[in-house]
């Protein structure tokens, strides 16, 4: 099993919108559900956004919810976070996760990976 690898990250000036990707090799993404969480700077681990493994159920942060929207494409395993509306406070390492509550449980692998690095200033 390999860890996903996260990419699409950089700098964004607020209101900005951003689109980060996850992709998915060695494993089948569509196997398990997804979620993408963020580690923020002087805050820790935050969870964002959890996608079941058919793509039917969504779920957000109550601080991201309306300005992002999770999606996937199991045939491509590939796995989206589409950010739109950022503000300072988004800022952080963004990680793709092989869980529906990546805090609870962390990673499959015990790995977090490399993460995308997003930085809202102007």
């Known amino acids: 099993e390999v860890q996903p690898e996260e990419s699409g990250g950089g700098l964004v000036q607020p209101g900005g919108s951003l689109r980060l990707s996850c992709a998915a090799s060695?494993?089948?993404?569509?196997?398990?559900?997804m979620s993408w969480a963020r580690q923020v700077p002087g805050k820790g681990l935050e969870w964002v956004a959890s996608?079941?493994?058919?793509?039917?159920?969504?779920d957000y942060a109550g601080s991201v919810k309306g300005r992002f929207t999770i999606s996937r494409s199991n045939a491509a395993n590939m796995l989206y976070l589409q950010m739109t509306n950022l503000k300072s406070e988004d800022t952080g390492v963004y990680y793709c996760?092989?869980?529906?509550?990546?805090?609870?449980?962390?990673?499959?692998?015990?790995?977090w990976g490399r993460g995308t690095q997003v930085t809202v200033s102007s």
């Open positions: 996608i079941r493994r058919g793509g039917g159920r969504t």
């Open positions: 996760v092989d869980r529906w509550e990546p805090l609870v449980y962390g990673t499959r692998n015990g790995d």
């Open positions: 060695g494993f089948a993404l569509g196997s398990s559900d």
